[in-house]
């Protein structure tokens, strides 16, 4: 039994690994860009709690968010950085090597 997989999940990025912010670096990570109103109706997260985890994912340089102006409507795009990508990336590895040592665990 190895000790390096139970460590990993002690190093994982504590602000993906939320479950919004998760939900919403895995829909990014999936497509090139969504915009605001797609991600609040796929995650049903209210525009405030939204926001809020998208600013959290903004300032630690994880998502990049451009404003436009479209029909007199602002539109919010939404898309993963390469840094963002790389951390993302990083948390499945970490993730997939938990379940591995637990599934090992498991068929004993």
């Given at each position: ?8 999940l002690n190093?994982?990025d ?7 912010r998760?939900a919403i ?20 997260l ?6 809020s985890?998208l600013?959290?994912?903004?300032t ?12 007199k409507?602002?539109?919010?795009v939404?898309?993963l950085?390469?840094?963002?990508k790389?951390?993302f ?5 970490q ?6 040592f637990?599934?090992?665990?498991l068929?004993?």
């Open positions: 039994m190895s000790d390096d997989s139970l460590r990993n190093e994982v504590r602000l993906i690994h939320e479950p919004a998760l670096t895995s829909i990014l990570y999936a497509v090139e860009e969504a915009d605001f109103l797609y991600l609040k109706r796929e995650l049903a209210t525009k405030g709690n939204l926001s985890h600013i959290k994912l903004e630690a340089g994880y998502v990049n968010i451009e404003k436009t102006i479209v029909d409507r602002t539109r919010t939404c898309t950085t390469s840094t963002g790389q951390v990336e990083k948390y499945l590895r993730m997939e090597k938990v379940m591995q637990t599934k090992g665990g068929q004993k």
